[in-house]
């Protein structure tokens, strides 16, 4: 088996945090990016079974290597071996091929904070569930408390302290990640009026994350979302509900955006070329039924644009974070929503009553999707490997209208 790679590493002030940590992301048909973040090694070497082995640079504590070549819906062993340090294992797959209608499942959540006091088994549960990949919506770490990060050096700090958390390395051994960043990796509830004010510490924090969340392709004029095939029956989509927002505090009008008009147009676009049975929208925050307006509910004029544009698309879904407790939601056309979160931070306080809340649990939880060709099953897991929610549902079902 053949095997290619890309590298890059970062460069800048050294962090002063101890220890060392990796990750796996980006899983493709015929690829995947393996990161490393290490206090004091400056390379690492990459063994994979059938593949020649890697040599990768880590320059200022961090570095990443995208491997390519690789045989789809294939599991792979993964070791890592720093020229300091102890080596790690990761089990990871590939997707499979965009035309293997096989069964999938992506496990979602948000909002992870590395404090004792919200310790649970959650992350057990996560591996013990197996998922083929596990999709972050963002709050990954929180960056914006005791003490806040302001540079490069501090939020490297943070981030490399999350990622060397000794009870996170069972579920970052055992799968790959796609991710997005929401608010608490630069400043709570931000927005384009916050990102005006602190344009320094935004371009600190966004670069720090590009560090420790790599993209198959570097990032190109701020633009993080993206949508991606995994399998014959699954295409995601995974949306940057920050970097393009208008002021939460600016009039409900046709010109206050959440998206931007460029990352709107191509979301339309993406979704009506889509030939997937089923569409996964992840939006970092609700479409609705939440506390104040950092979310979709102070942008529904442009909401209710994409919603009706979608219309008559069969297999729609959205996924979303950032309120702190599980969800299933039923909007305008029978748009269906299901909101998972936290991993580990407080739990969040109730939004408001509607008929459109059909469910919340409030406790630490993933959100796990199941998906064949037939169906779409979403399940709620909670601490304990409880399961709080299940509902199957059809490309017809998910037809908005």
């Known amino acids: 088996m053949a095997a290619t790679l890309a590298l890059s590493a970062g460069c800048g002030a050294s962090a002063a945090s101890d220890g060392q940590g990796s990750a796996i992301f980006e899983p493709c048909h015929d690829s995947f990016i393996v990161a490393v973040w290490s206090r004091t090694a400056r390379a690492a070497t990459i063994e994979i079974a059938g593949a020649p082995t890697i040599r990768m640079r880590i320059i200022d504590e961090h570095g990443h290597a995208v491997v390519s070549g690789l045989a789809p819906a294939t599991a792979y062993d993964v070791v890592i071996t720093p020229d300091r340090g102890a080596p790690t294992r990761h089990a990871v797959r590939t997707a499979p091929d965009p035309r293997d209608p096989r069964p999938v499942r992506i496990a979602v959540s948000a909002d992870l904070d590395p404090q004792p006091a919200f310790e649970s088994d ?24 005791g003490p806040v990060a302001t540079t490069v050096a501090a939020y490297r700090q943070r981030h490399g302290l999350l990622r060397a958390a000794p009870y996170l390395r069972p579920w970052l051994e055992s799968m790959a990640l796609c991710a997005i960043y929401d608010d608490h990796e630069f400043a709570n509830d931000w927005d384009a009026a916050k990102a005006a004010a602190q344009p320094d510490r935004l371009a600190a924090a966004l670069q720090v994350w590009d560090e420790f969340f790599p993209l ?25 509900c920050r970097r393009f927002r208008s002021a939460n505090a600016a009039p409900d009008t046709a010109g206050k955006t959440m998206l931007g008009a460029t990352q709107k147009a191509w979301l339309l676009a993406a979704l009506a070329a889509s030939t997937a049975p ?15 307006v950092d979310h979709w509910a102070g942008f529904t004029t442009e909401r209710d644009e994409i919603f009706a544009a979608i219309r008559g698309l069969p297999g729609v879904v959205f996924v979303s974070g950032d309120q ?40 630490y939880n993933f959100g796990v999707l199941d998906v064949t060709p037939d169906a779409l099953t979403v399940r709620g897991i909670g601490p304990g490997g409880v399961e709080l929610y299940r509902e199957a549902l059809s490309a017809a079902e998910l037809t908005p209208g």
């Open 216 to 240: 198959a392709a570097a990032p190109s004029g701020d633009v993080r979302y993206r949508n991606f095939r995994y399998g014959g029956n699954a295409e995601c989509f995974v949306l940057d």
């Open 122 to 145: 959650l992350f057990d549960q996560i591996v013990a569930a197996d998922p083929d990949v596990f999709v972050t919506l963002g709050d990954l770490p929180y960056t914006d408390d």
């Open 278 to 292: 089923f569409k996964l929208i992840f939006t970092t925050v609700p479409l609705d039924f939440g506390l104040g």
């Open 324 to 363: 702190h407790y599980f969800a299933a939601y039923e909007h305008a056309y029978g748009i269906r929503e299901f909101q998972v979160g936290p991993l580990r931070r407080g739990i969040g306080a109730t939004g408001p009553d509607a008929p459109g809340v059909r469910f919340r649990h409030f406790d």
